[in-house]
């Protein structure tokens, strides 16, 4: 039986596909856009046009970078307010043109650094929950590795969340919730298993409505299914009216952590 901690160093694991991989195996004629059009462009969160099946969508995806020289351009992809700023200009976007949004979520956490809270870190999260909560075009967001805190929560309010068998997802990190609790880093896979924090917890508790396996490290199958699944859910979500798929993704966000769940 794979332990959460194990699950942990999967997501983690060196040569694990980013979300980029996902984005050209997923989507054709993919065009990049950047900027959030008020401080820069931000290389943590990359963002565009594609066309999934035929269907055009907006992707939103937070990458970490492969190579050590990618992952440092890319601030191992723990996003500034600008790069959630700049998903939120694409989200509005999708809405006027009405495209769904895929978000690939895949980050340790927002990044903490003087400058983003100069910026605005939080409430740049903070609009970007707002604004997808009451977006007018489908949304599906998949955990494709770690996610972490407000930084993956940012992307992860749609109307389905699906993740890959070891990604995970969870308020803190494991080495952050054993430094706190124990005073000691070295608990993590004691905090692990505390945090519940797998992707089969979360399925258990009805906050993620999907886990796709990982294929026994065959991403590219991943990704078949994966687009095969997005493709057949973008259909039914668009097929619904705008107010009732507001109303079903709200509903949907109240019952977590009621009796229902």
Not at 51 to 79: H, Q, W, Y
Request: aromatic share 8%; net charge negative.
């Amino acid at each position: 039986m794979t332990t959460a901690y194990e699950r942990v160093q999967a997501a983690r694991q060196k040569g694990r596909p980013t979300a980029v991989f996902y984005i050209r195996q997923i989507t054709m004629d993919f065009l990049e856009l950047h900027g959030d059009r008020r401080f820069g462009d931000d290389p943590a969160i990359v963002a565009g046009i594609g066309r999934l099946d035929g269907r055009p969508v907006t992707v939103i995806g937070i990458e970490k970078g492969v190579e050590t020289e990618e992952k440092i351009a890319r601030n191992f992809g723990s996003a500034h307010p600008e790069g959630y700023r700049k998903a939120l200009r694409q989200m509005k976007q999708a809405e006027k043109f009405g495209r769904p949004v895929l978000c690939l979520i895949d980050t340790a956490g927002a990044f903490c650094g003087i400058g983003a809270e100069e910026r605005g870190q939080g409430q740049a999260i903070a609009e970007n929950l707002m604004a997808l909560m009451g977006l007018k075009v489908p949304v599906i967001s998949v955990f494709i590795g770690e996610g972490g805190s407000g930084g993956a929560l940012a992307l992860g309010v749609a109307d389905r969340v699906w993740m890959l068998e070891n990604a995970v997802y969870s308020v803190i990190s494991p080495e952050g919730a054993a430094s706190i609790v124990w005073k000691d880093a070295g608990k993590a896979a004691d905090a692990c298993e505390a945090l519940r924090m797998t992707a089969q917890d979360l399925y258990g508790f009805g906050m993620v409505e999907r886990v796709f396996s990982e294929e026994n490290g065959d991403f590219t199958k991943v990704c078949e299914n994966l687009t095969a699944a997005l493709s057949q859910e973008f259909a039914a979500l668009s097929a619904l009216p705008a107010k009732e798929l507001t109303a079903r993704r709200y509903e949907k966000f109240r019952k977590i952590g009621g009796d229902e769940v």
